[in-house]
């Protein structure tokens, strides 16, 4: 009888210990919800509640890692350091804890508190240094940094933190996607040499990965973009359809192809662009890039009247293709590379020394680029077609409308990758204007140092900085 009671006494505590995990589990449910609506009172109550009613428990350290989630996001810093401080003490020995304070990294990181971020990212490495987050955190780290080099033009620098955290970082799985994202970046800056090293190391050392292969697409895909620069058209058309062989199965495939025709257009051949982009959307219909190819394969017509000298009709078929594409995604990138065409035919004349037609080009590149910024609904081509619209504008000796574009992309695009240029260029462009006698000396250095200042606060590392702290330090008594 006695035996009956305690296995009774046993079940009935089993049972209570599940429901009591089960309603904690469903109260810290509604906490993350909480706390993204500003209810951060309700969101501590519950908090409090669970790790009181389930102490030492992981119940109790997920209750007490939402805490103190909600103290940084309600900037209350003192008290979410205090209670980080006591999550260490209290959860030493459990294996969640380096998770939990992960999290506490990433909030820290929304609410802008870097400072603490990485004092947080440093303990972890530093107790929990064979944790997966540990990992992570120096794969992060080295990657932000990496990315803020490649922004600024510093590729060999970009390198070196990239060779140093793949050491550092030992054999955590993420590793090969971190360095697959840096690849890409160089890859978005043209820097085809950086982008190509990495992508042949993630091709040999992470060969099983989800990204071994794609990084050998992107290698073989890479070396066919040097063919199209330098090698004949059945060079590249053997290479091109080695490739969609080799990689029939890989979702970026059509995106690869779609590419050579972009690298075409670069290179001046646009009957073999076109021919691509057809490809593109007869063989690929079903994929996504076929609607690019589609736009991609009208624009193309445009773009080679551009090319041809034949541009009497260009403005009047981007109204059609302006119509006929409203509202898709790709239609402003598709309208700025028009732009580009016109600005790349004007630096062709600059060359050859027929400056006056050149003037005409860029008018005609900063005409289309005004679609763009001021006729389309806001995109990621607005902030680079303001801000080449600037340079144009400097090349027609028009430094106050330069000013203008380039203020506007610090002004209404400040996330830009190239902001800081835009912001060093405010600067050249009121020298360009003391120069002319169209501001005054006093009045051009005041803006100067004003503009040069706010680059070097907001942008140390960029490359224009030392520029504009040279001429600070040269005008300091002014």
């Not at 509604?30 to 908090?47: D, L, P, T």
């Not at 600024?152 to 590793?175: F, L, Q, W």
């Not at 004007?346 to 900063?366: H, N, T, V, W």
Request: charged share 25%; glycine share 6%.
């Amino acid at each position: 009888m006695m035996s009956r009671k305690i296995i009774l006494v046993m079940v009935l505590a089993t049972f209570m210990t599940v429901e009591c995990f089960a309603v904690a589990q469903n109260d810290l449910g509604q906490v993350e919800s909480q706390i993204r609506g500003g209810q951060f009172n309700q969101a501590e109550q519950i908090c409090k509640s669970v790790a009181q009613g389930n102490p030492g428990s992981d119940s109790a350290l997920r209750a007490r890692g939402k805490l103190a989630a909600g103290y940084i996001m309600t900037q209350k810093t003192i008290q979410a350091d205090a209670e980080i401080d006591k999550l260490v003490k209290d959860f030493a020995g459990n294996s969640e804890l380096p998770a939990v304070l992960y999290g506490m990294v990433l909030r820290y990181k929304k609410v802008r508190e870097f400072q603490r971020a990485q004092n947080l990212s440093e303990r972890i490495c530093s107790e929990f240094p064979s944790s997966e987050q540990a990992q992570r955190l120096q794969l992060d780290s080295g990657k932000e940094l990496a990315l803020q080099h490649i922004a600024n033009g510093k590729y060999s620098k970009a390198e070196e933190v990239v060779n140093s955290m793949a050491s550092a970082a030992g054999d955590s799985p993420a590793k090969a996607a971190t360095l697959y994202q840096i690849a890409k970046e160089f890859k978005t800056y043209e820097s085809y040499d950086e982008s190509g090293r990495i992508y042949e190391r993630i091709a040999r050392d992470y060969a099983s990965s989800q990204f071994g292969n794609k990084s050998k697409m992107t290698v073989d895909k890479l070396k066919i973009w040097n063919l199209i620069k330098f090698g004949s058209v059945a060079e590249v058309q053997a290479a091109m359809e080695k490739l969609i062989r080799d990689y029939s199965g890989e979702e970026d495939l059509a995106h690869t192809v779609h590419g050579f025709g972009i690298q075409y257009e670069k290179s001046g051949n646009f009957a073999q662009a076109r021919a691509i982009y057809q490809r593109v959307k007869n063989d690929f219909a079903d994929n996504w890039v076929a609607e690019i190819a589609n736009i991609d394969l009208a624009m193309c017509d445009v773009r080679a009247m551009v090319g041809k000298a034949d541009f009497n009709d260009v403005p009047k078929q981007l109204d059609v293709l302006k119509n006929k594409f409203a509202g898709h995604w790709h239609l402003p990138k598709a309208i700025r590379q028009v732009g580009q065409e016109y600005q790349r035919q004007a630096m062709k004349l600059e060359i050859a020394g027929s400056g006056e037609q050149a003037k005409e080009f860029y008018r005609d590149a900063i005409a289309v680029w005004d679609i763009v910024v001021n006729q389309l609904p806001r995109s990621s081509s607005s902030a680079p077609a303001c801000c080449w619209s600037g340079d144009c504008y400097i090349k027609l000796g028009e430094y106050a409308k330069a000013r203008y574009c380039y203020q506007k992309v610090v002004d209404s695009y400040p996330t830009y990758c190239l902001a800081w240029n835009a912001l060093f260029m405010i600067g050249q462009t009121y020298e360009d204007l003391k120069g002319t006698g169209a501001v005054s000396q006093s009045e051009a250095d005041s803006k100067i140092k004003v503009t040069y200042q706010q680059l070097v606060e907001k942008y140390p590392d960029c490359p224009g900085a030392e520029v504009a702290q040279n001429w600070l330090n040269n005008h300091s008594s002014n």
